[in-house]
C-alpha cells in the first residue's frame, strides 16, 4: 500500500542511483517484465521541456522539479509506475511503494561513465556520489527505510538478479480489494 494509505491497484517504484548503474538498462528489462509503465525522467524533462535552461559546468539540463511532479502526479495517483532518475529527494513520499538505489563498483562506474564522454567535474563528482553512497543515504533520508533497498549493479548477471527480485517483490505486493 501506498504511504499515503492510498490503495493503488500496481505498485509505483523508483530506481535511483548514480548516474552509470544502470538504471535505465533495469528499469526497462523491469517494464518489460511487469507491464508497469517506465518514465525515465531525463527523457521526459527533454521532451516536455521541463527545465530551467542548461548547466555548461556538468553539461546538463537544470530540472524544474515542480513541472516535473506536475507531469506525472496523475500517473503516480493511477499506479503502475518504474520512475527512472539519478535523484530522489524532490519527490512526494506518498507516491512510492518501493525505492530502489542501484550501486555500483568504482572501478566499473568510472568506466562506464567515462565512455559515456564524462570528464572533469561530471566525471568526479559521479564518482564521489558513488564513493560517499550520497543517493542511498538521500533515499533513507526522503522515504521510509523499510521501502528503500540498495541492490550491486556491476555486470549484466547483477541486472537480471536485480529485475528477478522486483519482479518478485510486485507479484507479491498487496493487491487493492
Known sequence: MAADGNKRKRPNILVTGTPGTGKTTTSTALAEATGLRHTNIGDLVREKNLHDGWDDDLQCHVINEDLVCDELEDAMEEGGNIVDY????????RWFDLVVVLQTDNTVLYDRLSKRGYEGAKLSNNIECEIFQVLLEEA???????????LKSDNIEDITRNVSTITDWIRSWPQAT
Open 86 to 93: 539519478h535523484g530522489c529527494d524532490f519527490f512526494p513520499e
Open 140 to 150: 533513507k533520508e526522503s522515504y521510509p527505510e523499510d521501502i528503500v533497498i540498495s
